[in-house]
């Protein structure tokens, strides 16, 4: 004889949180998102909120890629010194949000300059206060070059802490 036995095996299940319960029910509500993917929008619909852009751009085909073409106006050819560097190397690692828009709008290169031009006056211009102010005079030159050196060099570290402070990294 033969018997035959059913076994009913109950598995409490998690209960499920309020977010999960509403997760079928309010992505066609919250997300824009249909329940059915297979919805399609209307062309009225499709076109309601959208910006219409022109797109003036020439591309040019490279394998299976379409690059556009892109130009920048010419620069000066004038190269940057040492403060101009220093402030490039600055906005690309600290700030590339302000880097990336000044490279964008074709304004960084005059920045630099710029920043070159001012730092190499206000250093011009420093020297000589800071050089009277430590006692570095042509006196002190001719009678003991090598503390003249090094007090000329304090200044010039001093100044360029100064300029640091105030133009490469502000």
């Not at 066609?28 to 329940?35: D, F, K, L, V």
Request: hydrophobic share 30%; glycine share 4%.
């Amino acid at each position: 004889m033969r018997t035959s036995c059913r076994f009913s095996i109950s598995i409490p299940r998690p209960r499920l949180g309020r977010w999960e319960r509403r997760s079928a029910r309010s992505t066609s509500r919250c997300c824009g998102r249909s329940a059915s993917p297979f919805r399609t929008m209307s062309a009225n619909n499709s076109r309601k909120g959208a910006l219409h852009m022109e797109n003036n751009l020439t591309y040019t085909r490279n394998g299976d890629y379409l690059i556009p073409d892109l130009k920048l106006s010419e620069q000066p050819e004038k190269p940057l010194g040492k403060y101009g560097r220093m402030r490039k190397a600055y906005l690309k690692e600290h700030r590339p949000l302000i880097y990336n828009q000044l490279l964008q709008t074709e304004k960084l290169y005059p920045h630099l300059l710029e920043i070159d031009e001012t730092a190499n006056s206000r250093l011009e211009q420093m020297m000589p206060q800071l050089a009277e102010s430590a006692g570095a005079t042509e006196e002190l030159k001719a009678r003991d070059p090598m503390r003249w050196v090094g007090l000329m060099n304090t200044c010039k570290a001093q100044a360029e802490e100064i300029l640091m402070a105030e133009l490469i990294n502000s």
